[in-house]
């Protein structure tokens, strides 16, 4: 039973555009919301979080939106540009503490 | 300032063989987290510490994989004896009591 969704595999967007990843939840006790990116051969890395007393987070070109009554977050990367192109993982922690629960994450190509 | 540190990159043993994977976390990071990834699960977290205690291991897989931090710098994974099901990227991650995991560049392991 996934409890964290990317329901897009892929995402394919022109440079300049702005691109949207989506992630949807099922557990109510998810209070702290993360995205990581990751490249071939390396490790996620942290990109941006979101508290769920808040709905909007931004960070430079990339912002987090949480809807908490749709169980669902998404992140806007504006502009997009070709070195974004990355695998995004979508991650959520709750009650237990530091446990993290990943989507199957979106590969995001940005095309020149 | 140095991130997480995995060894070996990468991994090739024949089935049967016992493999030790190697992590050392980010100084000062008193959480330590391995992960497996593969394209079937995704993901997933198979155990983690706090203070160099195993909190939650619910996702080792079976007996053959066992985990150890004997102490704050240092934490091993090991699989005796591996099966190719094993194969996969496996990842540790630290955090400083937070949400946020910093993440290794990972140890590609292949059993054949």
């Known amino acids: 039973d996934q409890q964290v969704k990317q329901n897009s595999p892929s995402l394919s967007v022109q440079e300049g555009r702005i691109s949207i990843l989506n992630c949807d939840y099922t557990n109510s006790m998810f209070d702290y919301f993360l995205w990581y990116k990751k490249y071939p051969a390396e490790g996620p890395t942290f990109l941006i979080s979101i508290s769920s007393i808040k709905d909007k987070n931004e960070d430079g070109r990339f912002t987090v939106f949480l809807n908490k009554s749709a169980k669902h977050l998404s992140l806007h990367i504006v502009p997009s540009q070709p070195g974004d192109s990355a695998v995004y993982f979508c991650a959520a922690s709750g009650n237990a503490g530091n446990m993290l629960t990943f989507g199957g994450g979106t590969r995001l190509m940005v095309k020149p | 300032d140095a991130g997480v540190i995995q060894s070996p990159r990468h991994e090739v043993t024949e089935m049967g063989q016992e493999v030790t994977l190697r992590c050392k976390p980010i100084?000062?990071?008193?959480?330590l987290f391995w992960y497996r990834q593969t394209m079937m699960r995704g993901l997933e977290l198979l155990i983690y510490f706090n203070n160099n205690v195993p909190i939650d291991d619910s996702g080792m897989p079976e007996d053959r994989f066992s985990a150890k931090m004997p102490n704050a710098s240092f934490s091993t994974l090991k699989i005796q004896p591996s099966e190719p099901r094993d194969s996969a990227v496996y990842f540790c991650?630290?955090?400083?009591?937070?949400?946020?995991?910093?993440f290794g560049p990972g140890t590609r392991l292949t059993v054949l």
């Open positions: 100084s000062g990071h008193d959480y």
């Open positions: 991650a630290s955090s400083a009591g937070g949400d946020t995991q910093y």
